[in-house]
């Protein structure tokens, strides 16, 4: 071995990573990124969850008792309905995702010994289910001052029932396979434009391309629309193996996964338009995407709940289409809602697209200056 | 109408390209003429892709007016692109289509009629000689075959104008033949035809050509004119020991280029107002027999390559006066 050579090798290497500005990049940025978004995003003690109360009793008691929970900081009150039907559309909507509902008759059941409220709580996320257990420890009887019962300061067990809706069984695949619906469309589909020009560009057909009469949009749209099929495939298998190996149910309209589904292709494909219109080379769009996918996992809400992240984190998280696009999907196959009743979250893909659509054809010069 | 209602195809005026500090393209005045194979000869470097990229509109020039077949470039580059066809230096068809799924896409990308697109397709086939290999992926073709297909693109739709960028560097010599040949057919049926090349056998086929040195158009007419022209002798010298000869006459005054040829030297001589070459003839013996390399001299016929040297030598000595 001769260690001038070994040493050659070292500088060049040296040489060509200075000049490459993407790897030099990602070199600091994959362990930054990935130490804040991970530091951030992973919070199993969940705080904040959006919740709706319904205090049918209105007593003191009762109003004791919402205080209790809210005091712990697991939930945060956004909503009040006056009948538990007011609280399950809310949830269904993903408007909540937990629910507490004190019955009128709290005071008799409280003497009686029955269950005296009832959380109810979206099962489609296993921590959020979680959480709602923690929130039916609360003392009953400890703040309430009441001569005729006696002093009961520990929880007690059943007193607080918890109805878990959507996923009753807790089967943790009910809640990842409609999420992995998106992370899969989102790891191919923005590689798959990305690449589809830059290799075009790689190889000189571009030069050929743009000498000719084709339009900057033409060459777009043409490049996306195929795969919009592929992608539609993609979420067919994923739904059909889904269904027989997972059992995982589809409670809203089939039409309406296709067409979140469909809004998810369109907006990672525009995505990866934009890229391509950037990047050198493949190598390159594929870091550039690498970017892209690893705040898409650990913010959408897909591995980690939403309510448990710091407000900036949450933010970024509203930026990425698998944010809209997973509260899309676990509504319409897990609670059976419809995509009308989240029209926020579908009008924020269409923008989404729009933007990036407009942006990629803006950037694309038919010059090579 | 393959020309401006003069004739002329291309008009270009104080053509200009910068990128950043380097002057790529230097106030090239050109005039093309139509139905004709036009040439620019230059080694790499000498801005001959740039020009051809700036004159069909897919660079922005810095400086200059362009006039291709009565447009105004770049403003008017996209009605122009229906009209040309470009060939790139690099082959830039798709490899992993095959012969005939290449002409079919570039038919419809260039918009050649529904009605005739597959008889065109077809003609070509017949024409370039494709007619066994249709269904063969253009990636597993050899250069000179890549090349034909490059070309068949190009014309596909008829263009009136074809700029081709070094369309015969990576081929052999008797692909080379057959593909000028082709270009001479589409010149007489009409079509302006603007090559570039720095192989000197290839210029010499050109009706006309411009020579392009560090992006300075340093000379341009007939290969006839250009060396009847230029502005020296070439001479043959035959020795036994051609280097020593060589470094014996390659910084002599007035000599413009030694180069080697088996076993004899060409050499050219800066000629000034003589025209006869007798006393370069005994002015070169003179040197070769102080340095003890006595050998015969015999003048020569001019070829391209010696203009080459000279206008190129000549742009070079004047730059490095100013």
């Known amino acids: ?369 | 109408m393959s020309a401006g209602n003069d004739g002329v195809a291309i008009r270009a005026r104080g053509l200009t390209k910068r990128f950043g500090a380097l002057v790529a393209v230097d106030h090239v005045d050109l005039e093309v003429p139509g139905k004709h194979v036009y040439g620019f000869l230059g080694p790499n470097g000498s801005g001959k892709s740039t020009t051809i990229r700036m004159l069909c509109g897919l660079l922005t020039p810095s400086a200059g007016d362009i006039d291709v077949l009565g447009l105004n470039i770049p403003a008017q580059a996209e009605a122009l692109r229906r009209r040309i066809g470009y060939m790139t230096q690099k082959f830039s068809l798709f490899e992993d289509l095959t012969v005939r799924e290449n002409l079919e896409f570039m038919a419809e990308i260039q918009g050649v009629p529904r009605a005739r697109a597959a008889g065109r397709v077809g003609e070509l086939i017949e024409q370039y000689h494709f007619s066994d290999r249709q269904k063969q992926l253009a990636g597993t073709m050899s250069g000179g075959q890549k090349q034909r297909l490059a070309l068949a693109c190009a014309v596909i739709h008829e263009p009136e104008l074809l700029f081709l960028d070094e369309p015969t560097s990576a081929v052999d010599p008797e692909s080379r033949r057959d593909f000028w040949e082709k270009l001479f057919e589409l010149a007489d049926a009409g079509t302006t035809l603007l090559v570039s090349t720095h192989l000197m056998d290839e210029a010499e086929r050109c009706h006309r050509l411009a020579i392009l040195d560090q992006g300075v158009l340093v000379a341009d007419g007939t290969p006839g004119e250009l060396t009847r022209k230029l502005a020296g002798h070439t001479f043959i010298i035959e020795t036994d020991e051609p280097r020593r000869a060589q470094r014996a006459l390659v910084d002599a005054a007035n000599v413009l280029g030694v180069a080697q040829v088996g076993n004899t030297l060409r050499v050219l001589t800066y000629a000034g107002d003589e025209p006869i070459a007798d006393g370069a003839q005994q002015y070169l013996q003179q040197m070769l027999r102080k340095a003890g390399q006595p050998a015969s001299v015999q003048a020569a016929q001019p070829n391209l390559e010696d203009v080459f040297v000279a206008v190129t030598r000549k742009s070079r000595e004047q730059e490095r006066m100013a």
């Open chain 1, 1 to 369: 071995m001769s260690w001038r050579r070994l040493w050659a090798i070292v500088i060049k290497e040296l040489r060509q990573m200075r000049r490459d500005r993407i790897t030099l990049a990602m070199i600091v940025g994959i362990p930054v990124i990935q130490l804040v978004l991970f530091g951030y995003a992973i919070n199993t003690n969940l705080r904040g969850l959006e919740a709706g109360i319904s205090d049918q009793a209105n007593t003191a008691g009762s109003r004791a008792l919402v205080m209790d929970m809210l005091a712990t900081g697991v939930i945060a009150p956004v909503a009040r309905a006056d009948t538990p039907e007011g609280l399950m559309a809310m949830l269904r909507r993903g408007d909540i995702s937990v629910g507490v509902v004190v019955p009128p008759d709290f005071e008799r059941r409280r003497i009686d010994g029955r269950a005296v409220a009832q959380i109810l709580v979206d099962g489609g996320d296993n921590t959020v289910q979680g959480a709602a257990v923690q929130l039916a420890q609360v003392p009953i009887d400890s703040s309430i001052a009441d001569s005729r019962a006696p002093m009961i300061s520990t929880p007690v067990e059943g007193r607080i029932s918890i109805v878990g809706f959507y996923n009753p069984q807790r089967r943790s695949a009910v809640n990842i396979v409609p999420g992995l619906i998106g992370v899969i469309l989102t790891m191919t589909m923005v590689l798959f434009t990305a690449i589809a020009i830059v290799r075009e560009r790689e190889r000189g057909n571009m030069e050929l391309l743009i000498a000719t009469p084709l339009t900057s949009a033409e060459l777009m749209i043409g490049k996306v629309l195929p795969y919009i099929a592929i992608g539609l495939v993609q979420t067919s298998v994923i739904l059909a193996l889904g269904r027989w190996l997972f059992v995982v149910p589809i409670s809203g309209s089939l039409f309406d996964v296709y067409l979140a589904a469909g809004l998810l292709i369109l907006a990672n494909l525009t995505l990866g338009l934009l890229i391509s219109t950037r990047a050198q080379s493949q190598f390159q769009a594929m870091q550039m995407a690498f970017f892209i996918f690893l705040p898409s996992i650990l913010l959408s809400g897909f591995m980690f709940p939403f309510a448990g992240m710091p407000k900036v984190a949450q933010w970024l998280a509203e930026v990425l289409p698998l944010t809209h696009f997973l509260r899309l999907i676990r509504g319409v196959m897990l609670r059976g809602a419809g995509l009308g009743e989240m029209w926020v979250d579908v009008l924020a893909l269409l923008a989404f697209i729009a933007v990036m659509m407009a942006a990629a054809i803006l950037r694309f010069r038919k010059r090579l200056d």
